[in-house]
């Protein structure tokens, strides 16, 4: 009943969609703009720690006020959850396109005083439509914040590192002993966050840390 009085809309074109679990139509989705590997390689290389990440795909251009932007922010904050699992199963064809082979999808965690204040994890929902597409498990498990960080909006480059540098712990290190692992992100910004976790992982066993991010925002 909802549907018929209020049809979902492509937050690209506002055009009405079939299904209301996808944000975007398909026409939106591939006229986003991409993120190249040397963007992303660029990025990382300026981390005190830029081989903590064995390989790192970025899907699109986070494009303030346009339709990546509106995506996110409904993802994120509006109470979108389930939008994650079609933007994961697009990040999925990123990621295996380039190469990517896992053994474990990793979501980059909350702190349980942020995950009860919004309800959910947006990384979860985006790593398990990744899990569905390349058929991979995911565990939500596994890889823990412990302590509270603030958030890394408006941090400069050396702040987010400080800010997320110990953020991360692994609980059950005999799940990644060996194995490589997949780590999600909904954005990418200077990859501080991303790097501690892999750091974190790679002291715990893991044989490798592939990062995976829904779009690339700053410069």
């Known amino acids: 009943m909802l549907d018929v009085l209020y049809p979902p809309q492509?937050?690209?074109?506002?055009?009405?969609?079939p299904d209301p679990d996808t944000p975007l139509c398909h026409r939106c989705a591939h006229r986003l703009e991409r993120v190249t590997a040397a963007e992303v390689d660029e990025r990382l290389e300026r981390l005190p720690a830029p081989d903590a990440l064995a390989t790192c795909t970025v899907l699109w251009r986070f494009d303030a006020g346009g339709a990546v932007q509106r995506v996110q922010h409904r993802l994120k904050y509006g109470n979108r959850p389930?939008?994650?699992?079609?933007?994961?199963?697009?990040?999925?064809?990123?990621?295996?396109?380039?190469?990517?082979?896992?053994?474990?999808?990793?979501?980059?965690?909350l702190h349980r005083a942020r995950y009860y204040e919004r309800?959910?994890?947006?990384?979860?929902?985006?790593?398990?439509?990744?899990?569905?597409?390349?058929?991979?498990?995911?565990?939500e498990d596994v890889l823990l914040r412990p302590r509270a960080?603030?958030?890394q909006t408006h941090l400069s480059r050396e702040d987010r590192w400080s800010n997320v540098a110990a953020a991360f712990a692994v609980e059950h290190p005999e799940a990644i002993a060996g194995r490589r692992v997949l780590l999600v992100d909904?954005?990418?910004?200077?990859?501080?966050?991303?790097?501690?976790?892999a750091?974190?992982?790679?002291?715990?066993g893991a044989a490798s840390v592939d990062a995976l991010a829904l779009a690339l925002a700053g410069r």
């Open 10 to 17: 492509c937050l690209g074109c506002g055009g009405r969609l």
């Open 82 to 109: 389930r939008y994650g699992h079609a933007l994961g199963r697009w990040m999925a064809t990123a990621y295996r396109d380039a190469g990517g082979r896992a053994d474990l999808i990793l979501p980059i965690p």
């Open 119 to 139: 309800g959910y994890n947006q990384s979860t929902m985006l790593a398990e439509g990744i899990a569905q597409s390349l058929d991979v498990p995911c565990r």
């Open 149 to 151: 960080t603030r958030s």
């Open 186 to 197: 909904d954005v990418l910004t200077t990859g501080a966050t991303l790097a501690a976790a």
């Open 199 to 204: 750091t974190a992982l790679t002291a715990a």
